[in-house]
């Protein structure tokens, strides 16, 4: 068995390939839309069950939120989307530590050797996934930096002229927070891809090597690295958010 950086393809529907980790993306998604059409039809005054997790996930991102914005109708504002983006990343990142992975699969022939393609593929460990997330919480900032202080004003962050104070520094700072802000799109889906990638090399490896007891502690250190990964992107995603908003001074 190889692993491979890029997500191995199962099959294809007409020209378009239908990979591992697309797969996993589509049923999460699925997963997560149906699971919110359902509560929201079922919510009860007092909660209990799956309303009561769902509820303390969200009541405690909603509290992290205001302690960053430290105003409740802004967190309003930013909260669909930091909560929808933790509840995806930790969902596809827990997704490698589900039995099988990269262990149950189709044989295909990959340079003239039989290789095992896995059914399973987290879709954090896809460079696809996390950038088109990355692009998505980067891109959500600029839009909301521009639609609440105007884009005038909020140009003004990146473009400063070198003859008004204080002179060609402003315009160098000017030019770093431009760059920035394609840097994090690079830091973004880099620091999530890496990790999930490593953590699955490692699960696939010990579970090939020896298959039974030894593994249980990578697969519990799995579970802290990715709920804390999908709480980085979401606080990163946020405090993005907030200082798009932010007037310069």
């Known amino acids: 068995m190889e692993i491979s950086l890029a997500p191995e393809t199962i099959f294809n529907i007409g020209n378009f390939p239908v990979t591992n980790s697309f797969i996993v993306t589509f049923f999460i998604s699925v997963f997560i839309i149906i699971s919110s059409l359902l509560l929201r039809g079922r919510i009860k005054l007092i909660p209990k069950g799956f309303q009561n997790i769902v509820e303390y996930v969200l009541e405690a991102l909603l509290n992290l939120g205001d302690s960053v914005t430290q105003d409740r109708e802004q967190t309003k504002k930013f909260f669909p989307l930091v909560a929808t983006i933790f509840i995806f990343v930790i969902l596809s990142n827990w997704i490698e530590i589900v039995p099988g992975l990269g262990t149950v699969g189709v044989n295909q022939l990959h340079h ?133 908003v932010t007037e310069a001074h």
């Open 112 to 244: 003239g050797e039989n290789v095992l393609v896995p059914f399973i593929r987290s879709n954090s460990a896809d460079l696809n996934v996390t950038l088109a997330i990355a692009l998505i919480s980067v891109g959500t900032a600029q839009f909301m930096g521009v639609s609440i202080l105007g884009f005038r004003k909020y140009a003004h962050k990146f473009f400063v002229s070198p003859f008004r104070k204080p002179y060609f520094i402003g315009t160098f700072v000017g030019v770093l927070e431009l760059i920035s802000e394609f840097a994090k799109i690079v830091s973004f889906s880099f620091r999530l891809f890496g990790n999930i990638f490593a953590g699955e090399v490692l699960l696939t490896v010990m579970l090939m090597l020896v298959p039974y007891i030894v593994p249980i502690p990578f697969l519990f250190l799995e579970i802290f690295v990715g709920f804390v990964q999908a709480l980085v992107f979401a606080m990163l995603t946020l405090v993005f958010l907030k200082m798009a």
